[in-house]
Nanobody, 124 residues
Framework: QVQLVESGGGLVQAGGSLRLSCVVS????????VGWFRQAPGKEREFVAA????????NLTDSVKGRFTISRDNTKNTMYLQMNALKPEETAIYYC?????????????????WGQGTQVTVSS
């Protein structure tokens, strides 16, 4: 059974940084595209970033380019989201997700497994 467990969320001031981690178990991690999504109160879940199985290809939503970095360590079955220069409007629950194997790019609907989420709160 696949499990995704996020950590690293918390409270940070505007302009600050956080690093989210997501450990994946129950799957051969290194063959899957993985991604990060977020959902703010009263809003729909939105895509943040994705990384290919090898880590060679990444995709970030325009609003976070230059501030966020997605990475992965296949030896640790772990993916990361480094978030810098955070803004109050980026307060949300952040979720990691497992996509299909050996496919790029990946449509949002093709992410099949999700973590429980980690809260990120950015104060102004």
């Amino acid at each position: 059974q696949v499990q995704l467990v996020e950590s690293g969320g918390g409270l940070v001031q505007a302009g600050g940084s956080l690093r989210l981690s997501c450990v994946v178990s129950g799957r051969t991690f290194y063959i899957y595209t993985v991604g990060w999504f977020r959902q703010a109160p009263g809003k729909e879940r939105e895509f943040v970033a994705a990384i290919s199985e090898s880590g060679e290809r990444t995709n970030l939503t325009d609003s976070v380019k230059g501030r966020f970095t997605i990475s992965r360590d296949n030896t640790k079955n772990t993916m990361y989201l480094q978030m810098n220069a955070l803004k109050p409007e980026e307060t949300a629950i952040y979720y990691c997700a497992l996509g299909p194997s050996f496919r790029w790019p990946v449509a949002h609907r093709d992410y099949t497994d999700w973590g429980q989420g980690t809260q990120v709160t950015v104060s102004s």
